[in-house]
């Protein structure tokens, strides 16, 4: 096919931004800012002198002050008639509400009654309050103006992010980010009291919600990500673990455990399996003994079995049924006899960091990753290099995949928009992961565009909305390109 010439500063516009989108879904959320920025002006103050807040919610507060809000004194009033016991609760449940609530300017819940989080079912008069105080207080306004301070901050979590997704990703051998269909998805909020990591499961998405800290929370963000694929994968085995049960008893006599894997016992397995692979990923087998003592009774069986995994070559969803399958209940009851448990959680300082080193990878997965990483850095000679060696170490189709993906990209930075189309249809017809077919179909919808093949770009570009597993920012940048189209 014959292609019109992309013009340079196009192709490396695009690609600069949908790059940065890509990596671990890391992006802040014009929703919760609203919601934070309402709070704020209404009397949320916690930790408000902190050294650790970021300087843009002082700015805010002292923005919005300067502001006529006629909805401030109702705004007010319903924050004030919802404080609740502690700090870390009221800013709780205003993040629930943010994840569950549509953007602006009308921040409707749109989830059926019985999808709606507990805590947010008595924040039915926050919508108005918020759709009148969006206009008033001039959010859109503020919020295109703060996003070189967001875009900042938000830059130090991508090599921490991506870190933990490869890591998880190789260690548990993922071909994708979880089940399809499912989304993790990370937002950072500079206007909340500093110090915090919350994390929401709702139906198939999985939200982090990260606020200011001295330190990026890579340790936090790297274990969210384990429950985001563990806890399917003990859901579809519950009739399995199930059987094992009984042990809970043991759990009961740990007074430092939080009750609430006392009430859900697959909630605690898969803790317990996290603290092991934890363990495993930085090191630290003396971590093992640590979880056992807190009350994480099964922590231990899985530190056992987990090199026999590492040795064999199913991944974890395959291998996942047998490891808790084999829990022997009567040899653990057994080892749990023995044990004293603490009688007190350990304290644990908000701004905690840890080193983690990443399991080896080999192969062309280790080629792949070292690629990934020199594209970003921009170093496109050495990634092409590597790229193509990926080629010559594996005959995995998504792999294969992966590495004419990065070879496309590299061709568009280096203005060779019908290379790049070459490349990127080789990857298209590999049997790409839904995150590489996402963008790739959305680079040939662009390429189609830029070549005036606009019936090609409108079927590349409802190709990307159709496809199961898709990143949201892949979905997003398709719509606007057929919004585009249709104007």
């Not at 304290?347 to 399991?359: F, I, L, S, W």
Request: proline content about 7%; aromatic content about 10%.
């Amino acid at each position: 096919m014959n292609r019109l010439v992309l013009p340079a500063i196009l192709a490396v516009a695009f690609v600069a931004r949908a790059d940065q989108a890509e990596p671990g879904q890391l992006d802040a959320s014009p929703t919760l800012f609203t919601v934070m920025a309402a709070i704020n002006a209404a009397g949320y103050d916690a930790d408000v002198k902190s050294p650790d807040n970021h300087p843009l919610r002082d700015w805010m507060r002292a923005e919005l002050a300067k502001r006529k809000i006629a909805s401030l004194p109702a705004l007010k009033e319903f924050f004030q008639n919802h404080r609740r016991r502690t700090e870390t609760e009221e800013l709780s449940q205003y993040i629930s509400f943010a994840l569950t609530a549509s953007g602006p300017p009308s921040f409707t819940i749109n989830r059926r009654d019985v999808e709606i989080p507990p805590d947010v079912t008595v924040l039915t008069e926050l919508p108005s309050l918020l759709e009148a105080f969006y206009q008033e207080a001039g959010i859109e306004e503020l919020w295109h103006r703060v996003q070189p301070a967001i875009d900042q901050y938000i830059a130090r979590y991508h090599t921490p992010v991506v870190d933990a997704v490869f890591s998880v990703n190789a260690y548990l051998r993922q071909q994708t980010s979880g089940f399809k269909g499912r989304h993790f998805q990370i937002f950072i909020e500079l206007q909340a009291a500093p110090n915090q990591i919350q994390t929401r499961s709702y139906a198939n998405e999985y939200f982090v919600v990260i606020t200011p800290s001295p330190e990026p929370r890579a340790f936090d963000v790297r274990h969210a990500y384990l429950h985001y694929l563990l806890d399917p994968l003990a859901t579809r085995s519950q009739e399995i673990i199930t059987r094992k049960k009984p042990l809970l008893d043991q759990a009961h006599r740990a007074r430092a455990l939080p009750e609430a894997y006392k009430e859900d016992f697959l909630l605690l397995v898969t803790e317990c399996m996290i603290k092991a692979v934890e363990a495993r990923l930085d090191h630290k087998p003396e971590a093992v003994q640590q979880a056992l003592l807190q009350g994480y009774i099964l922590t231990p069986y899985f530190a056992e079995q987990l090199p026999f995994f590492e040795k064999q070559e199913q991944n974890m969803l395959l291998y996942y049924p047998d490891l808790v399958g084999a829990i022997d209940n009567y040899k653990e009851n057994l080892r749990l006899d023995k044990i004293t448990f603490n009688t007190e959680s350990p304290t644990r300082a908000h701004t905690e960091t840890h080193e983690v080193d990443p399991p080896v990878l080999t192969g062309a997965s280790r080629t792949l990753d070292d690629a990934e990483k020199l594209y970003v850095k921009r170093d496109l000679e050495k990634a092409k290099s590597l790229f193509l060696k990926s080629l010559q170490q594996t005959d995995l189709k998504p792999q294969q995949a992966a590495a004419y993906y990065g070879l496309g990209r590299i061709a568009l930075l280096q203005k060779d928009p019908e290379g790049a189309e070459k490349l990127l249809l080789k990857a298209k017809d590999l049997e790409p992961d839904p995150f590489v077919k996402g963008w790739t179909l959305v680079y040939l919808g662009k390429l189609s565009l830029a070549a005036g093949d606009r019936p090609a770009a409108v079927k590349y570009f409802n190709d990307v909305l159709k496809l199961e597993g898709v990143t949201d920012k892949a979905r997003d940048e398709a719509s606007k390109s057929l919004q585009g189209l249709k104007q």
